[in-house]
């Protein structure tokens, strides 16, 4: 079956320091990759989306990697802060439809000073 | 600009009680729109989708079901809660179009005690 699989470990960095989060996907090949952010308590956020075609996207202090060969996307925030402190889940559509998003498990972030 | 609003924030309803959860979206017309859950400590379960008035699609059989009963309107139900309804409920709309990006209420904490 399809899966998503994010770290369920808690990611604990230095302030200041490039956090890097993984998510690996099975058996599908999909068009794109989202990636948002989820605070206690409240729903998650948008951040970034990256499609098939696109190896890198930016947005300020985020990187976002697909490499649609090994079936995994990286989300690096570099010069964490930390008010970066959050889970982190990564969305693709399994299903190819365009209608749903599945999400993975997620990953918390911690950034300590 | 589009807003999503999602209440109650919290609920603690007994076992055997009906339970109804409303979303509405304000800005745009036609949206997609998303009932997920989130058990604790554990990711989001997408429960129903609706393309339109009227149109819904479940995703897992379960205690639970959804109406759209207006363009921007989406009412998550049950007749009789179980223990195992608890959780985070989130509401979500996606603009038409792929891809799309989804856009999160701020979640109702519902306890079946």
Do not use: M
Request: aromatic share 10%.
């Amino acid at each position: 079956s399809q899966k998503i699989e994010q770290n369920s470990e808690a990611l604990n960095i230095q302030e200041g320091k490039t956090a890097t989060l993984t998510c690996n996907y099975t058996n599908y090949s999909p068009a794109y990759l989202q990636w948002y952010r989820q605070d206690p308590g409240r729903g998650p956020v948008f951040l970034l989306l990256i499609r098939e075609n696109e190896k890198e996207k930016r947005k300020e202090r985020l990187k976002v990697t697909f490499d649609t060969t090994l079936k995994q996307s990286l989300f690096h925030i570099t010069a964490s802060q930390p008010a970066d402190s959050a889970t982190y889940l990564c969305a693709l559509d399994l299903t190819g439809g365009g209608n749903k998003l599945t999400f993975g498990t997620g990953t918390q972030l911690k950034v300590e000073l | 600009s589009q807003t999503i609003h999602q209440w109650p924030a919290t609920l603690v309803q007994p076992v055997g009680s009906p339970l109804s959860l409303e979303c509405t979206v304000e800005g745009t017309s036609n949206p997609n729109l998303y009932w997920y859950r989130q058990a604790a400590g554990r990711g989001l379960q997408l429960l129903f989708y609706s393309v339109g008035i009227g149109q819904i699609s479940s995703e897992v059989p379960q205690n639970l079901s959804a109406s759209r009963p207006q363009d921007r309107q989406f009412i998550l139900s049950s007749k009789k809660l179980l223990l195992s309804d608890s959780g985070f409920y989130l509401c979500a709309w996606s603009v038409e179009g792929s891809p799309r990006s989804y856009t999160f209420g701020s979640g109702t904490r519902l306890t079946v005690v």
